[in-house]
T-cell receptor, first 116, second 116 residues
Framework: AQKVTQAQTEISVVEKEDVTLDCVYETRDTTYYLFWYKQPPSGELVFLIRRNSFDEQNEISGRYSWNFQKSTSSFNFTITASQVVDSAVYFCALSTGSSNTGKLIFGQGTTLQVKP | NAGVTQTPKFQVLKTGQSMTLQCAQDMNHEYMSWYRQDPGMGLRLIHYSVGAGITDQGEVPNGYNVSRSTTEDFPLRLLSAAPSQTSVYFC???????????????FGPGTRLLVL
């Protein structure tokens, strides 16, 4: 079975705090892709990152960083020094198979509220 | 490029009515898919297509039909709308094979559907 679990339904932090959003996935495939998307209050889906199963290097992009650990089937997302503009729903997603056909399995989403 | 476009942005239907949600992309992507987003459930795959003339079911296909007569268009049809189909619908497209790209899933802006 393939599944993505985002156990944190809602997180509330004060601006400038660091926050980590958890993502745990399940798949028996050895080749797969993991994604994070942001959905701001305006409703569109904003792509943040894609990581394939053969690349366990952590990635940093500005205040965003991602920790991919195959040993624990986790792909966690950390926002450093959070800002009000980071308030959104964040989705983790999984795509299996070697050719990324666009069939994504999404987690339930984590609503992040950053208070000034 | 306009990317992935969806029409309408918002629609109200009465139970039993039919309608078609339009999706078009101008990036010559082979793969296209439809998702629905419901509170607390993330996005779930309804139908997808790997090319013109080829479609298949996703996780929640009941009550929906699709066809793919051209590479550009992938309409989603509700034959007899039910209140359970009240949701936000996202269309997405994915290029085949170009997995070296950072972003491989392009989402439309969404259609908000209310069935009374």
């Amino acid at each position: 079975a393939q599944k993505v679990t985002q156990a944190q339904t809602e997180i509330s932090v004060v601006e400038k705090e660091d926050v980590t959003l958890d993502c745990v996935y399940e798949t028996r495939d050895t080749t797969y892709y993991l994604f994070w998307y942001k959905q701001p209050p305006s409703g569109e889906l904003v792509f943040l990152i894609r990581r394939n199963s053969f690349d366990e290097q952590n990635e940093i992009s500005g205040r965003y960083s991602w920790n991919f650990q195959k040993s624990t089937s986790s792909f966690n997302f950390t926002i450093t020094a959070s800002q009000v503009v980071d308030s959104a729903v964040y989705f983790c997603a999984l795509s299996t198979g070697s050719s990324n056909t666009g069939k994504l399995i999404f987690g339930q989403g984590t609503t992040l509220q950053v208070k000034p | 490029n306009a990317g992935v476009t969806q029409t309408p942005k918002f629609q109200v239907l009465k139970t039993g009515q039919s309608m078609t949600l339009q999706c078009a992309q101008d990036m010559n992507h082979e793969y296209m898919s439809w998702y629905r987003q419901d509170p607390g459930m993330g996005l779930r795959l309804i139908h997808y297509s790997v090319g013109a003339g080829i479609t298949d079911q996703g996780e929640v296909p009941n009550g929906y039909n699709v066809s793919r007569s051209t590479t550009e268009d992938f309409p989603l049809r509700l034959l007899s709308a039910a209140p359970s189909q009240t949701s936000v619908y996202f269309c997405a497209s994915t290029p085949r094979g170009r997995i070296n790209l950072k972003e491989t899933q392009y989402f439309g802006p969404g259609t908000r559907l209310l069935v009374l």
